[in-house]
């Protein structure tokens, strides 16, 4: 989970609240906790950064989920109310931009509608080693089908009896995007 992102591991809960405290209270980035509804613990974060609201853009990052929110549904819940709330507060771009290594960054990012818009070649030096960084973004214009999207998918018609998607999201989302990477 720590390998591209900028900080992390911690070595001890303490450590990582000390981290919390220093970089997780301002208003850029904006932190939100994601809780899990069924044992009502926080299971992961997320953030605004970047906010930008004369130009009309907002990157979400700082994505750390535990296991137990890892490649579930709620996780997609989370990435959809960031990405509506985004939106229906004017924003017109939604960004998300991750090491270009990161193969299940990349391909989360395309599961959820974004589309690749290019690698920034030696965009930044993270843990003593370089990183190109590839970029991904949807516009209000494509909101409304991928809104629908989302919809479609947590519908519970799409899961069977044991939880199990019926249509993938990356079926729904794929026709929507301008460009894979």
């Not at 009502?40 to 930008?52: D, H, L, P, T």
């Not at 296991?67 to 990435?79: D, H, V, W």
């Not at 395309?110 to 290019?118: C, P, T, V």
Request: charged fraction near 25%; charge should be positive.
């Amino acid at each position: 989970m720590w390998a591209y992102l900028s900080y992390g591991p911690f070595a001890t809960f303490e450590s990582y609240r000390a981290w919390l405290d220093n970089t997780c209270r301002g208003s850029d980035p904006l932190f939100y906790a994601i809780i899990d509804k069924k044992t009502n613990k926080a299971a992961g974060v997320a953030s605004y950064k970047r906010i930008n609201p004369r130009s009309g853009s907002v990157e979400v990052g700082h994505l750390a989920y535990s296991p137990l929110l890892q490649r579930t549904p709620a996780s997609t819940e989370a990435m959809y109310l960031m990405m509506e709330r985004a939106f229906s507060l004017g924003y017109r771009r939604y960004e998300w931009n991750c090491n270009a290594l990161n193969a299940r960054s990349r391909a989360a990012a395309q599961r959820l509608g974004l589309s690749f818009e290019g690698v920034f070649r030696q965009a930044a030096i993270i843990k003593g080693r370089n990183r190109d960084t590839a970029w991904f973004a949807a516009i209000d214009t494509e909101w409304p089908a991928l809104r629908d999207a989302f919809l479609r998918w947590f519908s519970p018609d799409n899961f069977d009896e044991h939880g199990k998607q019926k249509i993938r999201l990356s079926a729904l989302t794929g026709p929507i995007l301008k460009q894979r990477g």
